[in-house]
């Protein structure tokens, strides 16, 4: 597709150009939505504060997924990325796995909210609707760069890539999985955002979304065309991922905890 756009003179890679896209409106979401679960006079700067290290969060937790799950095949080829001229730069550019970026979001915000301030389950309780956001996007840049390509497919909607620079072959009809999970991802927003509304306190909101895409990413996988994510027993790595997320989800649904949530943000407030 459109792997590299040009602004300026200056080739910029269309997949950071949709990620940051995608986080910057996810930003705008969160801060104008904010919910009664956080909304004290100074919580929208801890929020975009928040924002920014899950951000940071994200970038390095699905790189570094990503080089541990290829670490085989980068060090087997390592002479040859080395000797590639961009070989370094495009592996560090290119390649980034989802759940990655979630955990380290994660970590990040519970970084945040134990040594800089704030409170972690309601930052959590605001953020999470947004995720959604923010990973249609990315989608949207992996198509364009041709990375998390789909299988070979010639029925309605195929896709053929000419300059792909994320792996997917050239010439090839291949199945739009990307477009097909960003789809999923702003249809999973709209769920969340209207739960949020409606229960602004309940857990609940972070089961369902740990259901709902776990079980949309665990049928994805057989859609996808990539084989560099690993795979044990037959299935992926990121369906394995896709099977606990989707037990937590379950779990947190039964043990949600609303109304004490309500009276520890209460408590939080009026220290």
Not at 4 to 27: D, H, K, Q, S
Not at 257 to 268: L, V
């Amino acid at each position: 597709m459109y792997p590299v756009i040009e602004i300026f003179g200056r080739a910029l890679p269309m997949y950071g150009i949709c990620i940051m896209t995608g986080a910057v409106l996810a930003g705008v979401l969160a801060v104008c939505r904010l919910q009664p679960v956080y909304a004290a006079s100074h919580d929208r700067f801890e929020l975009t504060a928040a924002m920014g290290f899950c951000l940071a969060g994200v970038v390095l937790g699905g790189k570094l997924l990503y080089l541990i799950l290829n670490f085989p095949s980068i060090l087997a080829n390592w002479e040859q990325i080395r000797a590639g001229g961009d070989g370094i730069r495009r592996l560090i550019s290119y390649g980034f796995v989802f759940y990655g970026g979630l955990a380290g979001a994660v970590l990040m915000l519970w970084l945040y909210a134990r040594f800089l301030g704030g409170y972690f389950p309601a930052l959590a309780l605001n953020l999470i609707p947004v995720v959604p956001v923010v990973h249609a996007f990315g989608r949207i840049g992996c198509f364009m760069a041709g990375c998390c390509y789909g299988i070979p497919y010639e029925g309605p909607g195929y896709v053929v890539f000419r300059q792909a620079l994320g792996g997917a072959p050239n010439g090839v009809p291949l199945f739009p999985v990307q477009l097909l999970e960003c789809v999923l991802n702003l249809l999973l927003a709209t769920f969340l955002f209207a739960y949020q509304k409606k229960k602004p306190y309940s857990t609940g909101m972070i089961g369902w979304y740990g259901i709902f895409y776990g079980t949309a990413r665990f049928g994805l996988e057989f859609l996808r065309g990539d084989a560099e994510r690993g795979a044990l027993f037959g299935i992926s790595t990121s369906q394995w991922i896709s099977l606990v997320l989707i037990v937590v989800g379950i779990f947190i649904i039964i043990k949600r905890r609303d109304i004490a949530i309500k009276i520890a943000i209460a408590n939080k407030r009026l220290q």
